[in-house]
């Protein structure tokens, strides 16, 4: 007899997780964990293994879970993926594994997810030794970029037996899961932890350095780097355009989280940066960016937290598990509205003026466009709104690299398999390549860039 | 960790340090900077390059000490300890050409990132004239540095205390009204100084270039904070910057998002003061 449900993981309570940075989701234990791994159906298909971006072995590692063999089971994710704690957490699993899990068809699908976290918390707190790395095979590669892909292909080259530089422009490696993804989400302590275990097997990690600047591509090349991969990211906050947005009180969601995250200025003045939220916080944008943009809100002290996006409640683009989770915590949704200006008074942020939409025809992404009703202007009081409507590629190495092919938005054109780009040696991942997308995919795509360039370094 | 090679007082809670960070020095050209961070709890500061030093990978930088921050950089860090983090260069460097006659304008602090500048446009083949000055005398520096990279220079002091009393814009404003003919202004200082300049030069149309010390955070495009006006459209002074066309530029929006923090700025400053009283720790 299967369970219909899914094991529930235990959460902090809404009322009190509103108050603090720690993680909401508190993870399976041992016996949850088995009885979750006991729904899978072990299917011979395993169409989930062709929903995972970097193709795990789920039913696998899930069946090594069932018979607590946690430590194979690791392992089992560690063959496709050098984050599970991180992918456990942060993975839209709703539109991949899960999406197209078999018992998924008629009850609730697998938590593979949730079982994910559980190996890599499980090896975290038993100590299971890391992977062994092959002998030295005297290449280097240099990784620009300390995010999901360049760390994923920073792990990748490594285990193949090359020496690895990873250059991080930041004073702290991890790129968006430590400046963007909050606290609550993804505790910073199991990024370093992945971090650690990188720098555990070998891969050298240099911060505060901006490539295209300090030093630029071309002179990795010249000075003795074999191959080089470009992880670095969609890193420039896109703005609306519209009057008022420079209004103190105006923030990039990238500025409010960084803030936040990374210079840990919920901590002012203990921590030296600040940070000001006042009474309403209205975050624009439906990604999770949004929501966690909207949640950090709440926890800085913002007594109401509102989210406007453009389109309805099922195109929000976010995790399910972020609007539930920012639903209980009571941040609220203005749908099918748009800012049209930010009012200010002295320069400080008053009130966001928006219009209200309706959905028209699909437009060339399958989404029903967004059309503005006119006359339906309405103004919400805020002494703080996020601009949460994605980021665009970073153009600093481009700019600086020479015979980089970029396309018209700006992000370098890479093969999607090899990662190859325009310049020989020089591969590139991650939304520098295809825009903003998410970490698993970048991760996918550090994966098979350091394929490539294995081959590449071997001579194929 | 980047060691502190050298430090000096330059003037009251005025310091200049230089900071061993190979790698920045050889890179580094004139009207570019660096952001630092002192500690693990620290804010990152930026802070414009004054000169380098390829032979001991020293880069020197002048700081106020204005905040909290400055001011624990100030009483805590000595030769020989060293900052936690230091990145750079950063943003684009100044356009050095050969324009014919050039003005530099440095108000207060703002000499120290006018001095690798003007350097830089006297070795392009430049006629230099600088003009320096600040509030008072003890506020002044750099005088002899800047004598011999210019071809004239004019000091002033606000309160008359040194050199001629007035403000940069005097005889910037003397020198375009005597009918001589200048190609290009530098005008780097606070704000309202540079706001100053470019009203002088507008009335002469002679290009003028100022350098932007907006409030940012990871000083590489990413966060958006440092977001200024220049001729309508959004700029980002770290990296569209940090120099613009200031005839272009919103002064008024700057001053404004530069006083977004005032008050947490003040909270800081006097927890820091009163622990310092207490001859405690901070933490």
Redesign the interface.
Known sequence: MIREKQVPMREQPADERIRNFKEVPLGYTEDEAVLEAERCLQCANAPCIEGCPVGIDIPKFIDHVKNRRFAEALATIWEANGLPAVCGRVCPQETQCQGVCTLGRRFEPVAIGRLERFCADWAAENAVPSAEIPPETGKKVAVIGSGPAGLTAAGELRKRGHAVTVFE???TPGGVLM?GIPEFRLPKRIVNREIDSLRAIGVEIL????VG???TVDQLLEEGYDAVFIGTGA???R?L?IPG??L??V??A??FL??TN???AYL???????I?VGKCTVTIGGGNVAMDSSRTALRLGAEESIVVYRRGEEELPARAEEVHHAKEEGVRFHLLATPVEFIGDS?RLRAVRCIRMELGEPDEDGRRRPIPIPGSEFEIEADTAVIAIGNQP???IPQTTADLEVNRWGNIVADPTTGRTSKPGVFAGGDIVTGAATVIEAMGAGKRAAAAIDAYLSGG | MYKILKKRTLGPKIREYVIEAP??AR?AKAG?FVVL?LHE????IPLTIVECDEASGGVTLVVQEVG??TLEMGDRYEEGDSI???????GLPSEIARYGTVIGVGGGLGIAPLLPIVRALKDAGNEVIGIIGARSKELLFYEERMRAACDELHVVSDDGSYGRKGFVSDPLREILSSGRKVDRVWAIGPAVMMKACVGVTRQFDVPTIVSLNSVM??G??????C???VGGE?KFAC?DGPEFDGHKVDFD?LI??Q???LE??A??LE?YLASRKEGGEV?
């Open positions: 422009l930041l004073h400046y911060v505060n350095r901006v600047r300090v030093v890193g420039l906050p703005f355009g947005e420079n103190n009180g923030y990039s990238n500025e960084t803030r990374l210079m840990r002012f003045p203990e921590y030296d940066t600040p000001k320069g970073h153009p600093l | 790698e920045v890179a570019q961070r709890r620290g804010e990152r909290k921050s936690l983090d230091f990145v750079g260069p950063l955070i990871d590489t495009g990413m966060c958006g904070g977001r200024v006006e959004a990296v929006l404004a998002r006083r977004f923090y947490e700025e909270c800081a927890r933490r």
